[in-house]
């Protein structure tokens, strides 16, 4: 069936390092996927998104790595920082650009910077 | 410019009764879907509307309903509810433009806590 897992549900990191947080998913005809951080009572908020025609994209302290040939999508922090503690999700988008857009999500990472 | 807003933030109901949950998605955002996220999960989807049609379901039974109005805004209705249906409902607002990404932004959510 549809999924999308991640690997470590918990990763804690020292302020100033970086962060990985891997995730996995099932679906090889998915060609769009979306990170979203989540706080403490907050809903999710996109952070990057990745097309599957790319391997890589870069923002702000942020990059996406996307590896079709083992369905893994990683997401790179850099200098980590206290505010950017939160739960992490991949989210795989069914139906990109077709009539029903729909979000499958992971379980979550929860990182957790040490001062 | 307002973000995704939801309302109530938070509901408690009992067992047995019916909740309506409404959202209003950012200016412009044609697109309105619905998720449920249970407790140290993420996000699980039900529905995605547009111009006031379905356009997709999730695996969620008939006793969850949902519509859209002439501006775009959202009611998600819950019927005969169980102590399952205990979750943060999530909605999310997105442009919905064809052949294009459209990313999905989400509003704080309702908490809804069945006794």
């Known amino acids: 069936g549809e999924s999308v897992g991640l690997h470590l549900p918990t990763l804690s990191v020292q302020e100033g390092d970086n962060s990985i947080i891997n995730c996995a998913y099932s679906?090889?005809?998915?060609?769009?996927f979306i990170w979203y951080k989540q706080e403490s009572g907050k809903g999710p908020q996109f952070i990057i998104d990745?097309?599957?025609?790319?391997d890589k994209r870069q923002g702000q302290r942020v990059t996406v790595l996307l590896n079709k040939t083992v369905k893994h999508l990683s997401l790179q922090i850099a200098a980590t920082q206290p505010g950017d503690s939160a739960v992490y999700f991949c989210a795989e988008n069914i139906g990109y650009g077709g009539a029903t857009n729909k979000l499958i999500f992971g379980t979550g990472t929860l990182l957790a910077v040490q001062p | 410019d307002a973000g995704v807003t939801q309302s109530p933030t938070h509901l408690i109901k009992t067992r047995g009764q019916q909740v309506t949950l409404r959202c209003s998605p950012i200016?412009?955002?044609?697109?309105v879907s619905w998720y449920q996220q249970v407790l140290g999960q993420g996000p699980q989807f039900i529905f995605q509307?547009?111009?006031?049609?379905?356009?997709g379901r999730g695996n969620f039974p008939d006793r969850f309903s949902a519509r859209q109005f002439p501006n775009y805004s959202s009611e998600l209705n819950v019927n005969a509810l169980l102590l399952g249906d205990s979750a943060l409902y999530l909605c999310a607002s997105s442009l919905d433009q064809p052949l294009a990404k459209n990313i999905q932004y989400f509003g704080a959510g309702t908490r809804l806590s069945v006794l």
């Open positions: 200016s412009g955002h044609k697109s």
């Open positions: 990745i097309r599957s025609n790319m």
């Open positions: 509307y547009y111009e006031k049609e379905e356009r």
């Open positions: 679906n090889s005809a998915s060609d769009y």
